[in-house]
C-alpha cells in the first residue's frame, strides 16, 4: 500500500506585503480563498499517481491543484484535510505577511489561543485524518492527497507512528512525500489502538491570548530567529 502526500501549487494571493494586524487578518482570508497562480505549475508529473484514488482539502487551492497535477477531480473532498489553522492575533507589529505567520504560529504553538482551533486540536485533526487516510489505503491501496504544508507534515508524523515507512519527502510548493506499509496487520492494529487513544483524549481548555506571558513572548522571538523558516510555517 502506498500513500502519497502532494502540497498544493503556489497560491494566487501568496504575496509578501508589510502590514499590520488587521491587514493580516484579511490577507490569511484572501490566502484560504485563492486558487494556485498561473505561474506555478510542478516540475514534474508522476503519472504512476494518475490511476490512485485521489483525496483533496476542501480549500480552493488544494482541489486546483489537483486539476492540474491529475487532470481530474479528486474523488474524495475533505475539510478534515484542510491546512491547519494560521492564527491571527492583535500585536501592535507591522510585518511582512509571512512574518505574521511564523510569530502568530510560534506563539499558537506555545498555547496562546483565540477563536480557531487550538495547536492541540489541530494535531488530534491530523491524527484522524491519517486515520482515515489508513482505512481509505486498506480499500483502495494506493492513494494520493493533495494537502497543505503544516498539515501534511503532521499526517507524515502521524502515520510513522504508526508503522509506515517515509520512502520520500518534500514540504515545498507541489512537494511530494511518500509513504508506504508493507503489512496490512501491523496497521489495522494500530489503526485501531490509535481510535482507542484518541476516545480518551480531552478537548484542550480555552485560554485568552491575553493570557500569553512575556516569557512565552521571549521564547517566540529567540525560536523566530534561531530555528524557524517560512517554508516550514507556509501553508
Request: glycine share 4%; hydrophobic share 35%.
Amino acid at each position: 500500500m502506498k500513500i502519497i502526500l502532494i502540497r498544493h501549487g503556489k497560491p494566487t494571493s501568496a504575496i509578501n506585503p508589510k502590514i499590520k494586524a488587521c491587514e493580516y487578518a484579511k490577507w490569511v482570508k484572501r490566502y484560504n480563498a485563492s486558487d494556485v497562480s498561473p505561474h506555478s505549475r510542478p516540475t514534474s508529473i508522476n503519472t504512476t499517481y494518475k490511476p490512485f484514488y485521489t483525496l483533496s482539502s476542501d480549500l480552493k487551492r488544494a482541489i486546483h491543484s489537483t486539476a492540474i497535477y491529475s487532470d481530474k477531480k479528486p474523488e474524495k473532498i475533505d475539510k478534515l484535510y484542510r491546512e491547519m489553522e494560521i492564527p491571527r492575533y492583535k500585536l501592535p507589529f507591522r510585518l511582512k505577511a509571512w512574518h505574521w505567520v511564523i510569530v502568530s504560529r510560534v506563539l499558537w504553538m506555545l498555547g496562546c489561543k483565540g477563536s480557531f482551533e487550538s495547536y492541540k486540536e489541530a494535531k488530534q485533526r491530523a491524527d484522524l485524518a491519517a486515520l482515515q487516510l489508513i482505512n481509505i489505503a486498506q480499500q483502495q491501496n494506493n492513494i494520493v492527497l493533495f494537502g497543505h504544508g503544516y498539515m501534511n507534515l503532521h499526517i507524515r508524523k502521524s502515520l510513522m507512528r504508526k508503522g509506515w515507512l517515509l520512502k520520500s519527502k518534500s514540504n515545498a510548493y507541489w512537494g511530494v512525500t511518500t509513504l508506504v506499509m508493507e503489512s496490512s496487520t501491523g496497521s489495522s492494529m494500530e489503526v485501531r489502538g490509535s481510535r482507542m487513544r484518541l476516545k480518551r483524549m480531552r478537548t484542550p481548555k480555552k485560554i485568552n491570548v491575553t493570557s500569553c506571558s512575556k516569557g512565552q513572548k521571549a521564547v517566540c522571538c529567540f525560536l523566530y530567529l534561531k530555528h524557524f523558516s517560512k517554508q516550514f510555517f507556509a501553508s
